[in-house]
């Protein structure tokens, strides 16, 4: 099993700066890549960015990219996802995801391990 704490989150103005960052926990060498995704209420859960634990490649939904930079630091099986530039159609509870699963995928039903999540919410 694998155990994800995200931390992080709160309340920015738009245009501001947030970070979250997910710690994972127990068996994360079975894993092949780290998820961040959100759900606003009412929406479904949406993929926001990946990476992988072994090369640090990273994979950006088209609506963050130049805006969200998500990074890793395996000493601390760590990874962190930097948000610029926030909207508040931002606003949405950010989940950390971690899949087995081979190429990187941007569905939440390839990511087998979630956290609790965390409340991100942009004021305008």
């Known amino acids: 099993q694998v155990q994800l704490v995200e931390s992080g989150g709160g309340l920015v103005q738009a245009g501001g700066s947030l970070s979250v960052s997910c710690t994972a926990s127990g068996r994360t060498f079975t894993t092949y890549a780290v998820g961040w995704f959100r759900q606003a209420p009412g929406k479904e859960r949406d993929f926001v960015a990946a990476i992988t634990w072994r090369t640090g490649s990273p994979y950006y939904a088209d609506f963050v990219k130049g805006r969200f930079t998500i990074s890793i630091n395996n000493a601390k099986n760590t990874v962190y996802l930097q948000m610029n530039s926030l909207k508040p159609e931002d606003t949405a509870v950010y989940f950390c995801?971690?899949?087995?699963?081979?190429?990187?995928?941007?569905?939440?039903?390839?990511?087998?391990?979630w956290g609790q999540g965390t409340q991100v919410t942009v004021s305008s």
């Open positions: 995801a971690a899949t087995r699963r081979t190429p990187t995928g941007i569905s939440s039903y390839e990511y087998d391990y």
